[in-house]
């Protein structure tokens, strides 16, 4: 199966999720290069939300370009697999490499607005990213990396301590509860 038939066959879990899935479905059938970044318009994105075997705590990087604690996360770049993707960027964001997919489905989709900004010296136009969210497991225990080009501090943190340290409204009021809730209920 490809992106289209996943996001497709994704049951959303809130009216956030079914109207982003209805517009992101809508963009891939009538867009090109909807995986490249080169669409300034939107492209796709692929987070991970790393929760410890006990899905008590998640993994969160102080993101450089954000100024704000965030999950981990990147673009499609044309990769289509977007599960590989995410957890590619897991490991260069954090040095966690032992990290396992809770499952190869689609755990969370959220269409996340991009305020233009400078990136290695170049605007990047304000733009949104179409983002599929992944499930993944990690230990607290295995060595954590900063990754200076893309953050400035990697942490495991509470859930409850997760829902007051980024600054991204959106985030608190909406996605980061929806993940915590999603956690708690597998």
Not at 90 to 117: D, M
Request: charged content about 25%; aromatic content about 10%; glycine content about 4%.
């Amino acid at each position: 199966m490809g992106l289209f038939e996943d996001v497709q066959n994704y049951t959303p879990v809130n009216p956030q999720e079914k109207e982003d899935q209805e517009v992101m479905l809508h963009y891939m059938q009538h867009s090109q290069n909807y995986l490249e970044r080169e669409n300034r318009i939107a492209h796709f994105t692929t987070s991970l939300w790393t929760v410890n075997r006990a899905r008590t705590q998640t993994l969160l990087a102080y993101h450089n370009l954000y100024d704000s604690w965030a999950w981990i996360g990147g673009h499609a770049d044309g990769e289509e697999r977007l599960s590989a993707v995410a957890l590619r960027e897991l490991r260069e964001e954090t040095g966690v490499c032992r990290a396992s997919l809770v499952s190869e489905e689609i755990f969370s989709l959220e269409i996340l607005p991009v305020e233009g900004h400078i990136k290695k010296g170049v605007y990047v136009p304000s733009h949104l990213h179409l983002n599929v969210t992944y499930l993944a497991e990690a230990s607290e225990s295995e060595k954590l990396i900063v990754n200076r080009a893309e953050n400035r501090a990697v942490k495991w943190w509470s859930f409850e301590d997760a829902l007051k340290v980024p600054k991204e409204k959106w985030f608190l009021e909406r996605i980061y509860p929806k993940l915590i809730e999603k956690c708690k209920q597998r």
